[in-house]
């Protein structure tokens, strides 16, 4: 369990860090202080709980490294009930009630819409914090698998750009051949 916990923690702490910065975003559009924090803490308790899944869910191989389709799609479904929890929350503490713009499936399709975004967002920070965080793990097992599995998609991320640049300078040198014999 604690192998599993360890290899959460990026994605938590993603998680938690863009509801606490969605909590500041609500304060610069003018809301109260206590709208703010109440709205920051409930996203972040979210955002931070479905950014834990994910990083576990990568951990047990159900997602790979440099695949964005089930990711995109975890967060299609994730960031939305994350929204409606926090706006849930938010109303009831703050009001006693809940109001959805558009309703429960207005709001929902909006954020559905919106969550591609932050799944493009999370997905590229968890990228790059993750194999860090990986290399630190040294006695975790399900880390040295996870971290094996980020070097074999990076190596051949490598083999594909150095492909791409010997087709391109084959290309050039061709063009240039081709030139100078006109």
């Not at 009930?81 to 006693?96: D, K, P, S, W, Y």
């Not at 006695?139 to 791409?164: C, D, F, I, Q």
């Amino acid at each position: 369990m604690r192998h599993l916990t360890e290899l959460a923690l990026p994605g938590s702490l993603i998680g938690v860090v863009a509801g606490a910065m969605a909590g500041g975003l609500t304060l610069l559009a003018g809301q109260p202080a206590g709208w703010a924090a109440v709205s920051a803490l409930a996203l972040a308790l979210a955002l931070g709980l479905l950014g834990t899944g994910y990083s576990m869910l990568l951990g047990h191989g159900l997602f790979r490294p440099g695949v964005f389709a089930p990711a995109g799609l975890y967060w299609l479904a994730g960031f939305p009930l994350a929204r409606l929890f926090q706006e849930t929350v938010t109303g009831l503490t703050i009001h006693g009630q809940i109001y959805l713009p558009g309703g429960v499936g207005g709001f929902l399709a909006y954020q559905a819409i919106v969550s591609l975004g932050f799944a493009i967002g999370f997905i590229w920070l968890h990228e790059r914090l993750m194999p860090h965080w990986l290399m630190r793990l040294k006695g975790n097992p399900k880390a040295r698998e996870l971290l094996a599995t980020y070097v074999v998609h990076a190596e051949s991320m490598w083999t594909a750009k150095e492909r791409r640049r010997a087709q391109i300078r084959a290309q050039r040198a061709q063009n240039r051949a081709q030139r100078g014999a006109r």
